[in-house]
């Protein structure tokens, strides 16, 4: 499984971005898909996941109110819509796939990963 990031990229506090992470290699529509993004020398930190079906997305505290997960299993691509950014989202966003049914907030659950995308938020 190939997982590819795109989308970051510098804006003001206030804009918006929106990643997708576009998946190869095997069933997409098998997999509980989540983006976390790490800032330098801190964990990597849990953002958002999104089940096959897209049912009940999940998100980590940061992305409650102002982040929305979706997928399109047709296109085998998932995206996060990321509104009133603020600075401290600053880092580098990962997207990452995995085959659990628990445990998406947990960064060992998921087995696939991409390169990452570069989130700046200027204040």
């Known amino acids: 499984v190939q997982l590819q990031a795109s989308g970051g990229g510098l804006v003001q506090a206030g804009g918006s971005l929106r990643l997708s992470c576009t998946v190869s290699?095997?069933?997409?529509?098998?997999?509980?898909m989540g983006w976390f993004r790490q800032a330098p020398g801190q964990e990597r930190e849990f953002v958002a996941a999104?089940?096959?079906?897209?049912?009940?997305?999940w998100y980590g505290d940061p992305a409650k109110g102002r982040f929305i997960i979706t997928r399109d299993n047709a296109k085998n691509t998932m995206y996060l819509q990321m509104n009133r950014l603020k600075s401290e989202d600053t880092g580098a966003y990962y997207c990452?796939?995995?085959?659990?049914?628990?445990?998406?907030?947990?960064?060992?659950?998921?087995?696939?990963w991409g390169q990452g995308t570069q989130v700046t938020v200027s204040s």
């Open positions: 290699g095997r069933t997409f529509s098998s997999y509980v």
């Open positions: 999104i089940r096959w079906n897209s049912d009940s997305p």
């Open positions: 990452a796939a995995g085959l659990m049914d628990s445990g998406l907030q947990s960064v060992r659950n998921y087995a696939y």
